[in-house]
């Protein structure tokens, strides 16, 4: 099993970077995808940002152009950069991740709140 840590939430004022990281840990972490979602209150958890083992991108387009997901698999981390931050951009974020041996197998983190905000 897959342990996923994310961190880095926050206070950020509108317009401003964030960058939150995911430690991952308990398993071979270059044989998982590895992506960033997020839960708006009172809405549904969306899909922000996936990077699969080969490094192919996808980003959704409410933040397609203000983010980068990268991973370190030297050090099993993922992180993603979100620059030009609305208060829309409000959430929960979570890692999630799923081995390319079993599609059927999803692994979450706890979540960091971001909050945007003057």
């Known amino acids: 099993q897959l342990q996923l840590v994310e961190s880095g939430g926050g206070l950020v004022q509108p317009g401003g970077p964030l960058r939150p990281p995911c430690a991952a840990s308990g398993s071979t972490f270059d044989l998982y995808h590895m992506g960033w979602y997020r839960q708006a209150p009172g809405k549904q958890r969306e899909l922000v940002a996936h990077?699969?083992?080969?490094?192919?991108?996808y980003y959704a387009d409410s933040m397609k152009g203000r983010s980068t997901i990268s991973r370190d698999n030297a050090n099993n981390t993922v992180h993603l950069q979100m620059n030009n931050l609305k208060p829309e951009d409000t959430a929960v974020y979570y890692c999630n991740s799923r081995p390319a041996y079993d599609a059927a197998k999803m692994y979450w983190g706890e979540g960091t709140l971001v909050t945007v905000s003057s």
């Open positions: 990077i699969n083992r080969a490094g192919r991108v």
